[in-house]
């Protein structure tokens, strides 16, 4: 199951890079994350991990399995039955810079939990990419 969701804000393609991809700071500016604990050290790479405390969900340790710099990063967190793949792009446009957020849900539980959090699901990418929008473009 994949869900999505874009959002153009008025901001450099950096400034939304520098907010996205600093997890760290995510509960910060954003109520669907309670807590994030970074488990390596220095920038995000392939092969980071990090534990994120989510509300109404359980907590997922995060792999970054791709990284293209200032554009996009991808990690996935798995549990017995289900691997869950984010995804964060950072585009620039002549509107605007358009932050994409993408949840891919896959595996034999994958279909069930995807049905079962639909609307939790939904709800949480819209509200991520419209709270960086409102910190991207202060």
Do not use: C, N
């Not at 954003?30 to 604990?37: D, F, H, I, L, N």
């Not at 289900?82 to 595996?107: K, L, Y």
């Amino acid at each position: 199951m994949r869900f999505e969701h874009a959002v153009t804000i008025q901001a450099s393609a950096e400034r939304v890079w520098a907010v996205f991809s600093d997890v760290e700071r995510w509960p910060e500016w954003t109520p669907t994350v309670e807590s994030v604990e970074r488990l390596d050290e220095g920038p995000l790479r392939p092969g980071s991990r990090t534990r994120i405390r989510q509300p109404k969900l359980p907590v997922a340790v995060w792999e970054v399995t791709r990284l293209e710099e200032g554009q996009y990063f991808e990690w996935t967190s798995t549990a017995p039955g289900i691997r869950t793949t984010g995804g964060h792009r950072v585009t620039s446009t002549p509107e605007g810079t358009v932050a994409t957020a993408t949840i891919v849900q896959e595996g034999p539980l994958g279909w069930l939990f995807g049905k079962l959090y639909a609307g939790l699901t939904r709800r949480y990418i819209a509200t991520e990419t419209e709270k960086l929008k409102e910190l991207a473009e202060r």
